[in-house]
Structure formats: structure tokens, C-alpha cells
């Protein structure tokens, strides 16, 4: 402790008079220069340290914006993967989604993720799962393309739940869907009333489509037997 050896110090000094002897004044002298010379050497062991502090500090910084650039790397390229393979999957991926395509949408977002949140995470891990299931469901497209059990299996058959007006119950039971479900999506289709539908089908996506009966559907140029001349395709120019 320097200010206790200076106090030490101060109080030998005091005590110094003409009846001490040489070598006690000598001893205090040696005790001072002793003394600064330990401050010297301590200043300087504080001023490596406060350097140093510096230089880690400094390094921290640019290790933090060096991983926030390599964060931002990584998403932009899981993100350019995931709208590449989408496009790939089909612009039926974006609108209505099948439930193979739904699990698939699931994973790749789930897996997408992993390597974005954790940077300890190598990015081809996260990069070869998702090009495996969008090839996988290109793949298996393809097949229920080309084979209606397959397709029927994967994809599930339409079912009709309201035939000649009439509400098929046991059909919405199979479904699990209740008429307040039913009617929910008539609303959605511009139908208020059950009596207007002829025909309603469940469809493999979840969504309904309606027909409705002859007396309530939208006038027509057909239905009022006008004849239009074909206008031509509007162009941006």
C-alpha cells in the first residue's frame, strides 16, 4: 500500500533532526527513492493495463461487427435458397397449400432458422436439409402427378358436403367440421343463407367451393343471352 509506506515515510522525515546520524538520514533517502521508484514501475504496469483493456475492447467491437456481417450473410443466402426453392416447388406453394406442402413449408422454416439464430451452427447444415426436402418435394409431385392413388393418398379427396341443397352430416363429421365452420366459409364465398347453395365442395386444402343454385346466381352476359363483342388483352406500356 503506497500511501501507508508514504505516511511511514512522512513520519521518518519528521523525526529526523540534527542529532540523527548520517546513515539514518541516508536509510530515509533510500526509503523515498525506493519508495518512487515502486509508484514509477506501478504507473506503468497501469498504463499496459488501461492499453490493453483498449486493444481487447477494441477487438470486441470489431468481433461484434464482424458477426453481425456474417449474420446478415447468412440469412441473405438462406433466404435466396428458400425463395429459389419455392419457386422451384411451384407457384401453387404460394397460394394453396396441400398438407405434404404445408410440412414442407413448416420444415424448411423451422430448419431456416437454426443456422441464423446460432452462428456455431456450420450454414451447409442448414443449407443441404432444405434443398433435400424441397428436391424430395418436387419429387413426390412429380409421382402424384403421374399416379391418382398416390396423389389421392398424399393429397386426400375432395369430399361434398352439400349436394341438391342438402347438408351432408356425416360427411362434416369425417371432416371434423362443425356448420358453424361451414358457414364461416359460405360468408367468405358472398353466401348468407344455406337455402342459396346447390352444391359445396371440401376441397384438399380446407377451402370450399360453392355453387350456387340457378335462381340465385349472378346475371351474365350468357344468362341474359347478350352477345359482347372480345376486347382485346390490356398491355402495359
Known amino acids: 500500500d503506497f500511501e501507508t509506506r508514504e505516511k511511514e515515510i512522512e513520519n521518518a522525515i519528521n523525526e529526523l533532526n540534527e542529532d540523527s546520524t548520517d546513515e539514518e538520514k541516508k536509510a530515509v533517502e533510500d526509503e523515498v527513492e525506493k519508495l518512487e521508484s515502486e509508484k514509477a514501475e506501478h504507473d506503468e504496469k497501469v498504463d499496459d493495463l488501461e492499453k490493453k483493456i483498449s486493444e481487447i475492447e477494441d ?4 468481433e461484434e ?15 435466396l435458397i428458400v425463395i429459389f426453392g419455392l419457386r422451384i416447388m411451384g407457384k401453387r406453394q404460394l397460394g394453396q397449400l396441400q398438407p405434404s406442402e404445408l410440412v414442407i413449408t413448416i420444415l424448411i422454416s423451422n430448419i ?57 352430416q356425416q360427411e362434416l363429421a369425417d371432416l371434423r367440421y362443425s356448420v358453424d365452420d361451414l358457414m364461416e366459409q359460405l360468408r367468405i364465398n358472398g353466401i348468407f343463407d344455406l337455402r342459396e347453395v346447390d352444391y359445396a365442395v371440401a376441397e384438399t ?23 359482347l363483342t372480345p376486347q382485346p388483352v390490356p398491355v402495359l406500356v
Not at 69 to 79: A, N
Not at 137 to 161: H, Q, Y
Not at 215 to 221: D, V
Request: aromatic share 6%.
Open 112 to 168: 431456416a432458422t437454426l443456422p441464423i439464430e446460432n452462428s456455431d451452427v456450420p450454414l451447409i447444415l442448414g443449407i443441404v436439409p432444405i434443398l433435400t426436402l424441397m428436391c424430395f418435394e418436387v419429387i413426390l409431385s412429380v409421382c402424384a402427378l403421374k399416379n391418382l392413388k398416390l396423389r389421392r393418398l398424399i393429397w386426400g379427396n375432395t369430399r361434398v358436403v352439400i349436394q341438391d341443397g342438402k347438408l351432408d
Open 59 to 62: 477487438e470486441i467491437k470489431k
Open 205 to 227: 386444402t380446407g377451402q370450399l367451393s360453392v355453387r350456387k343454385k340457378a335462381q340465385y346466381e349472378t346475371l351474365n352476359a350468357q344468362t341474359l343471352q347478350i352477345q
Open 65 to 79: 461487427v464482424f458477426c453481425l456481417l456474417i449474420s446478415f450473410l447468412r440469412s441473405l443466402i438462406l433466404y
